[in-house]
């Protein structure tokens, strides 16, 4: 109930300030348009994963030290610009797939591809929405509340032995098989990562 509320909030708020700036009264496609662009965004916003692009440096690091190998299938659950996509599919040669909700930043990351000539492909909407049972890799960088909703859906499609790295956020729910420490002097944050099968072991 209180997402609910909120979403009818925050979505009431950005479409009394779009309109008060706005120069001419808007019309019944500019308002279908808004809607079209923000519910997903504030969706997004609501269910804990806010558009905040993981720090290039960490980006690299967290590639490098995941395992990922050439061919392996790498989905990123909310890619944001898609650039751990992009670098999986550049450094690894990875079959790297990002899934993104809010249709202003799934059009940020169409035309970072396009600067990148990047072979991963980036689709817009909800991962829970797709079958994870081939997937060898998850990358993400959401927050934890967020990441221990998404468990069910990750028990539930994929398959043992598949890594889930995640960006700063463990997922409290899971023990993970592996942690990378912080680098504060590069500002990187911890990197976590589970395997499938072993999620609840010591």
């Known amino acids: 109930m209180l997402d609910i509320l909120s ?3 925050i979505s009431g708020l950005i479409f009394i300030v779009v309109t008060v700036t706005m120069p001419t009264t808007p019309d019944l496609f500019m308002i279908i348009a808004f809607l079209f662009l923000i519910i997903p965004t504030v969706v997004a916003l609501i269910q804990g994963a806010p558009f905040v692009p993981t720090p290039m440096k960490a980006a690299k690091k967290l590639i490098n030290i995941s395992g990922i190998k050439k061919g392996d299938k790498v989905i990123d659950i909310g890619c944001g610009d ?8 550049k450094e690894k ?7 993104e909700l809010s249709p202003l930043v799934y059009a940020l990351a169409k035309i970072r591809q396009l600067l990148w000539k990047s072979k991963a492909k980036i689709k817009f909407g909800d991962f829970r929405m797709f079958d994870l049972s081939t997937c060898d890799f998850i990358v993400c960088y959401m927050l934890p509340e967020t990441l ?13 032995g598949a890594k889930i790295v995640s960006y700063a956020f ?3 729910r899971w023990k993970p098989v592996s942690i990378i420490a912080s680098d504060p002097g590069e500002a990187i944050s911890r990197i976590y990562i589970y395997e499938i099968g072993k999620q609840y072991k010591n």
């Open 93 to 99: 040669e990875a079959d790297s797939t990002g899934f």
């Open 148 to 160: 221990n909703n998404f468990v069910p859906k990750f028990e539930k499609d994929m398959k043992k």
């Open 82 to 89: 898609g650039r751990l996509v992009y670098l999986a599919a």
């Open 7 to 9: 979403f009818f909030i």
């Open 170 to 172: 463990q997922i409290s």
